[in-house]
C-alpha cells in the first residue's frame, strides 16, 4: 500500500545488549525505511563479549506471535536469525510455507562471534531441511556455509564454498551469500551464488577489529532493500554498502566487541548541521 512503509517481519532471538539478535534487526530495518514486526524465538543473557546462556520461548508461542501479526499487516518480507530450537524452527517452517509469495532471508546463526554454540547439529539438518527449501537468500559466513553444506557422516567431505553455496541451492533456496570475514584474505570478499552460479563479489576494506551483530545488520538491511523493492542482486549490493558504513562508524560501549552504528547517516547529517550553523 503506497501509504505505508513496507513490512518485514524478523523472528530473531532478544539480544540485551542491543548488539545483534532481534534489537539489531529492529534498528536496521527502521534506519531503512521499514516498519520492523518483531517475534521472539529466544531469550538470551549476553553481552558484547559473548553469549552466556540461551532460554527458547516456546515453539507455540512463537508461531502464535507471528500468526497473530501476518493476519493484521501486510509483510514484503521475512528475516530469520537465531531459532533456539528444532521445535521452533519446525513451528517457523510452517508458519512461512503459508506464505510462499513472501521473500525469506535466513541468517543462519550457528554461534557468537567468540564462538558459543547456538545451533546443535539436530537444529542444522532442520535448518538444512525445513527452512532452506522454502529460503530466497542465505547469508552464512563461511564456516557456516561449511557446516550447513556437509554431512558430518562424510569425514573426506572437503567442500569449497563455490560447492557449498552449490549444494545449497540444490537443497531449494535461491540464493546465497557467502561473507568472507572469517576467510584469511586481505579484504573481505562477499560473493552471490544464484542457480547459475556466481552473479556477483564484492570486495570490502577489512576493518580493524570485530564486531557484535554484522551479520544481523546485513541480514535485515538485505530483507529492507528486498522489501523496498531492489532486485536480488541490487539489494545485495546496497545492503553491503549499509553494513560497511555501519562497521566503520563502529563504536565499543562495553568490554568486548564493537556495535555497528545502523544509525551513521543520521549523525552524520547532524554533524553536517553542526557545521553549517557554525559556519554562519
Not at 132 to 159: C, F, G, H, K, Y
Not at 175 to 190: A, C, F
Request: charged share 20%.
Amino acid at each position: 500500500m503506497p501509504d505505508l512503509p513496507p513490512i518485514v517481519l524478523v523472528f530473531a532471538a532478544s539480544d540485551p545488549s542491543g548488539g545483534a539478535g532481534l534489537q539489531a534487526d529492529i534498528m536496521t530495518l527502521s534506519s531503512m525505511g521499514c516498519h520492523p514486526l518483531s517475534v521472539i524465538t529466544a531469550i538470551t543473557i549476553q553481552d558484547t563479549t559473548g553469549v552466556d546462556d540461551v532460554s527458547p520461548i516456546d515453539a507455540e508461542w512463537v508461531a502464535d506471535q507471528a500468526r497473530c501479526v501476518l493476519e493484521d499487516m501486510p509483510v514484503a518480507a521475512f528475516k530469520i536469525g537465531v531459532l533456539g530450537s528444532v521445535e521452533t524452527i519446525a513451528a517457523i517452517a510452517e508458519v512461512v510455507s503459508d506464505y510462499p509469495e513472501i521473500p525469506l532471508v535466513l541468517d543462519p546463526v550457528l554461534a557468537s562471534g567468540r564462538g558459543d554454540e547456538l545451533a546443535s547439529e539436530e537444529m542444522v539438518i532442520a535448518l538444512r531441511e525445513l527452512l532452506v527449501p522454502q529460503t530466497t537468500i542465505i547469508t552464512p559466513n563461511s564456516l557456516e556455509a561449511r557446516r550447513l553444506a556437509i554431512d558430518d557422516s562424510d569425514e573426506d567431505d572437503d567442500p569449497d564454498l563455490a560447492e557449498c553455496a552449490s549444494r545449497l541451492i540444490a537443497s531449494g533456496c535461491e540464493y546465497v551469500l557467502v561473507t568472507g570475514t572469517h576467510e584469511n584474505t586481505p579484504q573481505v570478499i562477499n560473493t552471490l551464488y544464484g542457480q547459475e552460479g556466481i552473479l556477483r563479489s564484492d570486495s570490502w576494506q577489512r576493518l580493524p577489529g570485530s564486531y557484535h551483530g554484522s551479520g544481523c545488520t546485513l541480514a535485515s538491511a538485505i530483507a529492507a532493500t528486498i522489501a523496498n523493492g531492489l532486485a536480488i542482486g541490487d539489494a545485495v549490493k546496497d545492503a553491503q554498502e549499509y553494513t560497511w558504513q555501519t562497521l566503520k562508524s563502529a563504536f565499543r560501549p562495553g568490554m568486548g566487541q564493537r556495535i555497528p552504528d545502523r544509525l551513521f547517516w543520521a549523525r552524520e547529517e547532524e554533524a553536517a548541521d553542526d557545521r553549517s550553523t557554525r559556519e554562519k
